[in-house]
């Protein structure tokens, strides 16, 4: 298992989950968990996925989100997840 | 599993409180490399470090990729070439030779400042010792990213004033070498007491000689982040206050730690130390001074400024402690006066003296560090300045450190800028009265007693 955090931060339109869904189905990338909420109007999005079955290296998945993000203008960042445990377990 | 508030929380200390790891500092020993030929040496010494780091920034930067966190700085510290370069240098110039080869490797595998370029002599000097001690101006005056040290006391040994008095004559040589680019030399020569043999941050960085052929130390950071955590809880008490430094330096930690093993492994190089540090830059809101603020002092330089800062340096390391594995180096909060601009408004404020900053250096790490004086303050006067230091460091047992600039043709009332990193700084005013007779005496001061610590 691989995993790795996704968030998406941006203002809200229609299709930002069913758009970075698409693209880790295609890149066959498994979706662990997903939670997501509208503060003042911005979407806040975060995943958690399993990288163990892509033929994908993380920087091309990376980049691929940023461009998708930029795309439908918001922001994603892609981040393993040992940073988040790293900080908030002991 | 991680939740959303963790992520965001992670994140927004990146993205807005300037939360990154300092420095990614290799450090190599170049014991293996003396050679009584100094082009023989000089090749020895540009392939070993060529071999050693010819992947440290692309890892450094693959890392910071994986995990979302900027690692600003990638360096290299190698053994103090007085050592190294002892049996192949007859002359300062042949000892500025190496300091040109270290300049052109660091320079060819993208590192920003290698550091060891040093003698430690703090108990005498042999003469590979003086010679690289007085090959200091033109070193630091034909290199761009080397920086030197120099030991020049302990606790153990007391105090070399011979050497005091000689770093006196050659920071302000150092500054005259330099004097086109603002003096800048000075800004990579730092004189120590107590100076550890594992330190990751420059201009201060070694590898020394009791450590392993390569090995990896990190030097976090964080002030916008502590600031950031100190602003929730304005007017709570000392407990409060200090649990929550602690919690904070807890996680800034971690993240230095998940780096440093990262690196570690990937480079097949062993795991040093953690160097748990509040490292300011001139951003704002990366500011040490700005937490003193947050604690309650008007300016960093009021009263109660000391002992605001000794809390905050003690509970960042009682929080940074237990989240590494292995806690060396420095470990404390640096209080740099041009690379913070929390500290430049408070000496533009006329708030902070050299004298205060003297005594908060009692209680943190370093020492006076980045303080731009007037460019003709007296060779005595800056030895007398060190000698102060290295007493503070000789006698609480601590590392001091003095990194002055005086400004060639500038004075009190004007202002440098050293770009970057190094922010730029007013030339702040210096005790004008004599302590000639005392730093010409010669020879050394004794070590202080251990017990009777009253």
Redesign the interface.
């Known amino acids: 298992m691989k995993k790795t955090i996704i968030t998406v931060v941006g203002k809200d339109t229609v299709g930002i989950i069913a758009k970075v869904c698409t693209y880790l189905a295609d890149s066959s990338i498994n979706i662990l968990d997903i939670s997501q909420t509208i503060v003042g109007g911005y979407f806040n999005m975060m995943m958690i996925v399993d990288m163990a079955g892509t033929s994908k290296d993380f920087n091309s998945v990376a980049d691929d989100l940023e461009q998708l993000g930029h795309d439908i203008g918001v922001v994603i960042k892609c981040q393993k997840e040992e940073i988040f445990d790293s900080m908030h377990r002991i | 599993?991680?939740?959303?508030k963790?992520?965001?929380?992670?994140?927004e200390m990146i993205e807005k409180e300037n939360l990154d790891v300092r420095t990614i500092t290799l450090g190599i020993s170049l014991l293996d490399c003396i050679c009584s030929d100094l082009e023989q040496l000089k090749k020895n010494i540009y392939n070993k470090i060529y071999d050693s780091a010819k992947d440290l920034v692309k890892t450094g930067d693959?890392i910071s990729?994986?995990?979302?966190?900027p690692i600003v700085n990638k360096r290299i510290s190698v053994t103090p070439i007085a050592l190294v370069g002892g049996a192949a240098c007859k002359t300062k110039e042949d000892f500025a030779e190496i300091a040109k080869t270290l300049d052109e490797v660091a320079k060819k595998v993208g590192v920003n400042f290698i550091g060891g370029y040093s003698a430690l002599v703090s108990k005498g000097m042999t003469s590979a010792d003086r010679l690289l001690i007085e090959s200091i101006p033109l070193a630091l005056s034909s290199t761009d990213v080397v920086c030197s040290s120099i030991n020049v006391g302990s606790t153990k040994t007391g105090i070399n004033m011979d050497a005091v008095r000689l770093m006196g004559s050659i920071v302000k040589e150092t500054a005259m070498a330099t004097k086109e680019s603002d003096s800048l030399g000075c800004a990579k020569l730092v004189i120590f007491c107590n100076a550890p043999d594992d330190n990751p941050f420059m201009a201060g960085a070694f590898h020394g000689v009791t450590e392993a052929d390569k090995i990896i130390n990190v030097g976090v950071s964080g002030p916008g982040v502590v600031k950031t955590a100190l602003e929730k809880v304005r007017g709570e008490n000392f407990e409060v206050l200090c649990e929550t430094i602690k919690k904070t330096a807890f996680?800034v930690t971690?993240?230095g730690?998940?780096v440093a093993k990262e690196a570690s492994a990937r480079l097949g190089v062993p795991f040093g130390i953690i160097d748990l540090s509040l490292a300011p830059t001139p951003a704002i809101g990366d500011s040490v001074a700005d937490i003193l603020h947050e604690i309650g002092v008007e300016h960093a330089g009021a009263p109660g400024t000391t002992a605001a800062l000794a809390l905050l340096n003690d509970q960042v390391k009682k929080g940074g402690v237990m989240a590494s594995s292995y806690v060396g180096g420095l470990s404390g909060a640096f209080i740099p006066v041009s690379e913070d601009q929390g500290m430049i408004n408070a000496v533009e404020a006329g708030c902070l003296t050299l004298e205060k900053l003297e005594a908060m250096t009692c209680v943190c790490s370093v020492g006076l560090d980045m303080i731009a004086v007037p460019g003709d303050t007296k060779d005595t006067t800056i030895a007398g300045i060190i000698a102060d230091e290295m007493a503070i460091g000789m006698i609480n047992q601590k590392t001091t450190a003095v990194r002055l600039i005086p400004v060639i043709g500038k004075t009190v009332g004007d202002t440098v800028e050293f770009g970057g990193l190094l922010g730029y700084a007013p030339i702040m005013p210096v005790n004008k009265f004599s302590c000639d007779e005392f730093v010409n005496r010669g020879g050394r001061i004794p070590a202080p007693v251990h017990s009777f610590k009253n």
């Open positions: 599993m991680i939740n959303t963790e992520v965001l929380e992670t994140n693959q990729r994986e995990f979302g966190i996680k971690r993240v730690q998940l």
